[in-house]
Nanobody, 126 residues
């Protein structure tokens, strides 16, 4: 069974950092582009960052550029999202997703993704 599992969420103070992980089971994640998305209460889902099969090709939303870094460890079948300088606007459920099509190129469009995890809660609060 194909499955994505996010972890690493939690409560953090403003200005703090968290590293989210997206682990795959049942398939080889390194053959897929992967995206991170988030949804805050009462808001639509928004793209955060994505990484292509070629790990050097990434893209991020303007709101997180310079603060969030996406990376992948193919040996661990895992994609990470390092989040620094967190602010209250980062409070949301974070989801990772894997994209089969697109020749391995990632996209910030959520509709482009085929497999989704259940999400991990990130709360930024003092």
């Amino acid at each position: 069974q194909l499955q994505l599992v996010e972890s690493g969420g939690g409560l953090v103070q403003p200005g703090g950092s968290l590293r989210l992980s997206c682990a795959a089971s049942g398939f080889t994640l390194n053959a897929y582009a992967v995206g991170w998305f988030r949804q805050a209460p009462g808001k639509e889902r928004e793209a955060v960052s994505c990484i292509s099969v070629i790990g050097s090709i990434t893209n991020s939303a303007n709101s997180v550029k310079g603060r969030f870094t996406i990376s992948r460890d193919n040996a661990k079948n895992t994609v990470y999202l390092q989040m620094n300088s967190l602010n209250h606007e980062a409070t949301a459920v974070y989801y990772c997703a894997a994209r089969k099509k697109g020749f391995g190129i990632c996209s910030l469009g959520g509709s482009e993704y085929d497999y989704w995890g259940q999400g991990t809660q990130v709360t930024v609060s003092s």
